[in-house]
Structures are given as structure tokens and as C-alpha cells.
T-cell receptor, first 113, second 112 residues
Framework: QQQVKQSPQSLIVQKGGISIINCAYENTAFDYFPWYQQFPGKGPALLIAIRPDVSEKKEGRFTISFNKSAKQFSLHIMDSQPGDSATYFCAASRSGSARQLTFGSGTQLTVLP | NAGVTQTPKFQVLKTGQSMTLQCAQD?????MYWYRQDPGMGLRLIYY???????DKGEVPNGYNVSRLNKREFSLRLESAAPSQTSVYFC???????????FGEGSRLTVL
């Protein structure tokens, strides 16, 4: 059962453009929604995270938008740069659960120079 | 600043062989995890250890065993490798049940 659905699978954006990656979740008990960034040959690393008490969180060029009623959240990368080319994973978990983050299937982003 | 260290980084096995992937973290984290990453499947949890002395199954535990040797170390064992276990394996840790998950650089395993 895939509890976090991520789209698109791949995305190509021109330098300076906006990259948008979407995720939808099923478990209403989830209350922590991070995005991880992974470069080739490396492990994923936390990029930005949000909790459902806010609808948006911004860190530099990266913004998470959260829609609790629709059970959806998205990552927006403004002014995309070639250095942003990586695989992005959304994830979700429930506070107090050491069990796991449930990850989306990943989006391979390519930013063309 | 080692963080999470995994060994080996690459391994080729024949079907039926056994091997152990090693993981160590130097951040004094309580919880440790083993994930596998396959194309189009994201990261799937194999086993986790919420604290020293405890281990629990994740989403895809079949064919694997784990040992939480001490607070720092968490190993993953394949007793009889199968081609379906060809994957990239990631060890991760975090402090307790919430917050940032720190990943190692991965171990690429090929089973022929």
C-alpha cells in the first residue's frame, strides 16, 4: 500500500524556471512532512520540512505548500539552478512513531543551463 | 564529521551467498534504520531499531535479518541472497522518534 504518492516521476526545467513536485498522502495521522534531496551516489539529505499547523514554509528558494483538507503537499523551487538537479523525495510520518518515514517514489529533476 | 558510515560501498554476490552490511553512526542517535532504494519505488524500510536492544520489521523484511550491536552499530544480513535483493541499501539514524533522518552514502549490492 503506497501511502504517499509523488508526481511527476521526472521533471525537466530551464534555468531560472519554477520546479513543482506534488505529493498526496492517505493517513490522516501523519503530522510531519519533509522533503529530501539526493544527489547521484549520495544518500538523501533533509531539504525542508513542514508540520500541518501551517500552510506554507519557505527557506530560500524552496517552499513547501500544504493543503490539509486535500491531504496534499508540494515542493516549489523558485529560480531553479543546474545545481538543483537531483532526485527529490517527499515523505510523511506520525509524531512519536520511531517506526519510519513513509517515502514517495521520487522525482528526478533536471535543470537545463 | 563522519555521521553515518556504511560498509561496503559495493558488493557483488552470487545467488545463495550470504553477507552482512555494516552501519555505524557517531551522533549518539537512539534510532537506526535500514532502507532499500529501487528505481520508481522510493525508499522502503526493511528493519529499524528504535533504541539499543530493540529491532522491528519494516515494510519489506523478508530475506533479511538485523542486529543492533550497540548504540552506534546496526547491521543488515542477507542469509541467502536472491536477485530480487539487488538494490542500493541505505542506513539512517535519528534522535528518537521524530526529526531529521541522517543517511549514509549507500551500499550498492548486485546479486547474480
Amino acid at each position: 500500500q503506497q501511502q504517499v504518492k509523488q508526481s511527476p516521476q521526472s521533471l525537466i526545467v530551464q534555468k531560472g524556471g519554477i520546479s513543482i513536485i506534488n505529493c498526496a498522502y492517505e493517513n490522516t495521522a501523519f503530522d510531519y512532512f519533509p522533503w529530501y534531496q539526493q544527489f547521484p551516489g549520495k544518500g538523501p539529505a533533509l531539504l525542508i520540512a513542514i508540520r500541518p499547523d501551517v500552510s506554507e514554509k519557505k527557506e530560500g528558494r524552496f517552499t513547501i505548500s500544504f493543503n490539509k483538507s486535500a491531504k496534499q503537499f508540494s515542493l516549489h523551487i523558485m529560480d531553479s539552478q543546474p545545481g538543483d538537479s537531483a532526485t527529490y523525495f517527499c515523505a510523511a510520518s506520525r509524531s512519536g512513531s520511531a517506526r519510519q518515514l513513509t517515502f514517495g517514489s521520487g522525482t528526478q529533476l533536471t535543470v537545463l543551463p | 564529521n563522519a555521521g553515518v558510515t556504511q560498509t561496503p560501498k559495493f558488493q557483488v554476490l552470487k545467488t545463495g551467498q550470504s553477507m552482512t552490511l555494516q552501519c555505524a553512526q557517531d551522533m549518539n542517535h537512539n534510532s537506526m534504520y535500514w532502507y532499500r532504494q529501487d528505481p520508481g519505488m522510493g525508499l522502503r524500510l526493511i528493519y529499524y531499531s528504535a533504541s539499543e536492544g530493540t529491532t522491528d520489521k519494516g515494510e519489506v523484511p523478508n530475506g533479511y535479518n538485523v542486529s543492533r550491536l550497540n548504540k552506534r552499530e546496526f547491521s543488515l544480513r542477507l542469509e541467502s541472497a536472491a536477485p530480487s535483493q539487488t538494490s542500493v541499501y541505505f542506513c539512517a539514524s535519528r534522535d528518537g522518534g521524530a526529526g531529521e533522518l541522517f543517511f549514509g552514502e549507500g551500499s550498492r549490492l548486485t546479486v547474480l
